[in-house]
T-cell receptor, first 115, second 113 residues
Framework: NAGVTQTPKFQVLKTGQSMTLQCAQD?????MSWYRQDPGMGLRLIHY???????DQGEVPNGYNVSRSTTEDFPLRLLSAAPSQTSVYFC??????????????FGEGSWLTVV | AQSVTQLDSHVSVSEGTPVLLRCNYS??????LFWYVQHPNKGLQLLLK??????LVKGINGFEAEFKKSETSFHLTKPSAHMSDAAEYFC???????????FGTGTRLKVLA
């Protein structure tokens, strides 16, 4: 009953460091995505994927990379962390099919601070 | 262009009184509409969703929402607020046939004892 699992939950980075936020889902969902949440701005889409081997940019992709080598995993890479990337990051997945509909399921979040 | 507007950034109600959280949307296609709740330091949990079936949608914890196409609204209601309802609520629209999910900026609900 894992759903969408994100790690780590908390991370502090120094400016210029790189890191990867891990995301895995065990529901065989086609669609996966990464959002960042900042106060008063709701959730903004960073990158998304509609299947293994396919990724695309969202609303705020700069400074982030993704890959989708398997259906289950969708890691988010910060290439050179900046204080502006201090945020809460959510991974999400959705079945996007006629039977299960398009409900989007979220991980518990990753709190990232860049100093 | 699709958009979602949550009309109130903060709502305060007394325990036991009704809750109304307002959401208006614009979408070029028949959308799916969702309400999610986020408790402090937690992920987003689905409350309810509308996917072109009944216009009055019942969700978890006594919440419900009514899809009104003529008003392009999907307001969230609950007859009687409980202290545990204090959280942030997000209205989300997903235009039909797309992979897009458009989030409102959230409404923070405060429940007063």
């Amino acid at each position: 009953n894992a759903g969408v699992t994100q790690t780590p939950k908390f991370q502090v980075l120094k400016t210029g460091q790189s890191m990867t936020l891990q995301c895995a889902q065990d529901m065989n969902h086609e669609y996966m995505s990464w959002y960042r949440q900042d106060p008063g701005m709701g959730l903004r889409l960073i990158h998304y994927s509609v299947g293994a081997g396919i990724t695309d940019q969202g609303e705020v992709p700069n400074g982030y990379n993704v890959s989708r080598s398997t259906t289950e995993d969708f890691p988010l890479r910060l290439l050179s962390a900046a204080p502006s990337q201090t945020s809460v990051y959510f991974c999400a997945s959705s079945p996007r099919d006629k039977i299960n509909g398009n409900t989007i399921y979220f991980g518990e979040g990753s709190w990232l601070t860049v100093v | 262009a699709q958009s979602v507007t949550q009309l109130d950034s903060h709502v305060s109600v007394s325990e036991g009184t009704p809750v109304l959280l307002r959401c208006n949307y614009s979408s070029s296609y028949s959308p799916s509409l969702f309400w999610y709740v986020q408790h402090p330091n937690k992920g987003l949990q689905l409350l309810l969703k509308y996917t072109s079936a009944a216009t009055l949608v019942k969700g978890i914890n006594g919440f419900e929402a009514e899809f009104k196409k003529s008003e392009t609204s999907f307001h969230l209601t609950k007859p009687s607020a409980h202290m545990s309802d204090a959280a942030e609520y997000f209205c989300v629209v997903s235009p039909s046939g797309t992979y897009k999910y458009i989030f409102g900026t959230g409404t923070r609900l405060k429940v007063l004892a």
